[in-house]
């Protein structure tokens, strides 16, 4: 049955540096991340990697479905939108383990598969923003448009320090952890709060995240 959306209310060590000896002894998140994305992905990467799919045809397979997400959004499907969100987000994590296994990494693969990304994030969260547009909730317009400008800055400074020659995965908050947020609130979407809530973590936590890159890309000083 269709839902009205939203029924809400205002009421490793880098090329060029070693981190610190400190920073070391803490767990090493990319690290963590990798081995988790390794158990989900792996055995259908090894699937896939028979057949003729290439890394590129699933970077943009995740963006259509990203595009699907947002159309349900719009729609007013909060709980399609959600499990397409994360099934989209699965297929962003495929293309580059695909791309390593069959040795395909390539320069434009990695810029094509970094844009789609940005571009997938954006257009769901742009349908968002329009639903409480309509609804005139000016708290979901706010942490929206907050959203998309701290989730954009926390990829743009990888961007910009990688650009340097300086690895930037610090950070607590990254891409996965935004789409599994956002998933979340869509699937919970018809409790009040729960979209609300989520937007105002996605913005915290990359605020956060912000703030931990600048600092990690400043502790690095050149090689001798």
Known sequence: MKRRLF?????GSSPVSKVSSKSQSKINLPRFRSSIALRFTGPVVRVLARTPVTPNFLSWAGFILALGAAALVIAGYPLAAGIVV???GFFDSLDGAL????KRVTPFGAVLDATLDRLS???ILLAILAVYAIQQSLLGVLLVGAA???SLLVSYIRARAEAQGLECKAGIFTRAERVVI???GLLLSHFTPALLIALAVIVVFSLVTIIQRVVYVWRQKPAA
Not at 7 to 11: H, K
Not at 99 to 102: E, F, G, P, S
């Open 99 to 102: 791309a390593r296994l069959t």
């Open 148 to 150: 998309l400008v701290t």
């Open 86 to 88: 994360l099934v989209a």
């Open 182 to 184: 956002l998933a979340l």
């Open 7 to 11: 029924r809400l209310s205002e009421s």
């Open 121 to 123: 994030e954006a257009v």
